[in-house]
């Protein structure tokens, strides 16, 4: 059993930066993919960002060149360095930890942590 617990949500405006950040209750060098989804309201959980154990990096297309994803193993932490923000980006952010060794969907996590919400205002 994997307990995640994100945060550094919070209430900003477009343009701003914020990070986010995720604590495992587990050794996170023992975690082979984990990242980021986030949910905006009336739509469907989406992929944000992913990292592996070898720290290889994948991005959804709308936060590439504005969102940077980073882990800290000595902290069983994994961060969203998050700039650029846009309204588009209010979401609740989830912290997620896959099943798998190398793939990164929805349908493969196996553990999420409670959500963070992340909300830009104009």
């Known amino acids: 059993q994997v307990q995640l617990v994100e945060s550094g949500g919070g209430l900003v405006q477009a343009g701003d930066s914020l990070r986010l950040s995720c604590a495992a209750s587990v050794n996170s060098a023992h975690i082979y993919v984990m990242g980021w989804f986030r949910q905006a309201p009336g739509k469907e959980r989406e992929s944000v960002a992913s990292i592996n154990y070898t720290g290889r990096t994948e991005y959804g297309d709308s936060v590439k060149g504005r969102f940077t994803i980073s882990r800290d193993n000595a902290k069983n932490t994994v961060y969203l360095q998050m700039n650029s923000l846009t309204l588009e980006d209010t979401a609740i952010y989830y912290c997620?930890?896959?099943?798998?060794?190398?793939?990164?969907?929805?349908?493969?996590?196996?553990?999420w942590g409670q959500g963070t919400q992340v909300t830009v205002s104009s």
């Open positions: 997620a930890v896959s099943s798998s060794y190398n793939n990164w969907s929805r349908r493969q996590i196996a553990y």
